[in-house]
C-alpha cells in the first residue's frame, strides 16, 4: 500500500474513533440553573431600560413650563425647608409683644399753586416748626419731620400733618412763587406769608427761616 493512502487511512480511523466517543452527560439541575439565570438577567436588563426610559420622559416633563413636575418638586422642597426651620419660640408670658417702628424723617413733597396752606391737626405740647420761605430754585414744596413720627394727607390747596409725638419738629420749604402760604393750628392760623409780607409772632433764626413752636399763639 502507498504510504500516502496509509495516511488517509489513519485519520479516517481516528474521526471514526472520536464519533464513537459517548456525549458528556447533562445534568437536568444545571440546565434549570442555566435557564433561571438567563432570565434573571432579561429581567434586570428590562428594568435597566424602564427606569432609563422613566428617567427621560421627567426631563423632558420637568423641562416644560408649567408641569405639574415642576410644582410637585416646588411643594416638596418647601415643605421640607419648613420642617427643617425650627419654628420661633413664643415670647415669655408677661413679656413685652415688640411693635412695628414707627417711620421717622417722613416727608412729603408737591408743586403747589398760588395759595398754599400747612394743617397741623393734633397739636402736641412740644416740639416746633422751622419754616424757609421764598425760595427761588425751589420748584416744590416739601415737608419734612426731622424729629418724630409723623404721616400726612393732601388737601385740596395744602397738607394735612398728623402727630402723636410731644417733642416732633418739622421743616417746611416755600418756593418763592407760592404768593400766599399760611400755617394752622387747627382752626388757629398762626403764620401767613402774602405777597412777600410774612404776619407772625414766631422768630426768625441766624438763617432767615421762621421757627414756630407748638402752642404758639398769634
Do not use: C
Request: hydrophobic share 45%.
Amino acid at each position: 500500500m502507498h504510504p500516502s493512502e496509509e495516511r488517509l487511512d489513519a485519520r479516517v480511523a481516528d474521526a471514526l474513533r472520536a464519533l464513537d466517543r459517548p456525549p458528556p452527560a447533562v445534568r437536568p439541575e444545571a440546565v434549570i440553573a442555566s435557564a433561571r439565570r438567563l432570565r434573571a438577567g432579561r429581567r434586570l436588563v428590562l428594568r435597566a431600560a424602564a427606569v432609563l426610559g422613566l428617567i427621560a420622559v421627567a426631563g423632558v416633563a420637568l423641562a416644560m413650563p408649567g408641569s405639574p413636575i415642576r410644582r410637585w418638586l416646588g411643594r416638596a422642597s418647601a415643605g421640607a425647608a419648613s420642617r427643617a426651620m425650627p419654628s420661633p419660640a413664643a415670647p415669655a408670658p408677661g413679656s413685652a409683644t415688640p411693635r412695628a417702628a414707627r417711620p421717622l424723617g417722613a416727608r412729603i413733597a408737591l408743586t403747589p399753586g398760588d395759595s398754599f396752606e400747612l394743617v397741623v391737626e393734633q397739636l402736641p405740647s412740644g416740639g416746633e416748626v422751622l419754616i424757609a420761605t421764598a425760595l427761588p430754585l425751589e420748584m416744590e414744596l416739601s415737608v419734612r419731620a426731622t424729629r418724630g413720627s409723623a404721616s400726612y394727607a393732601v388737601l385740596p390747596a395744602g397738607v394735612l400733618v398728623r402727630t402723636s409725638d410731644d417733642t416732633a419738629a418739622f421743616e417746611v420749604a416755600v418756593p418763592e412763587r407760592v404768593r400766599r402760604f399760611r400755617v394752622r393750628w387747627g382752626d388757629r392760623v398762626v403764620f401767613e406769608r402774602r405777597d412777600g409780607v410774612v404776619r407772625t409772632s414766631g422768630s426768625q433764626n441766624s438763617t432767615g427761616a421762621y421757627v414756630l413752636p407748638f402752642g404758639h399763639k398769634r
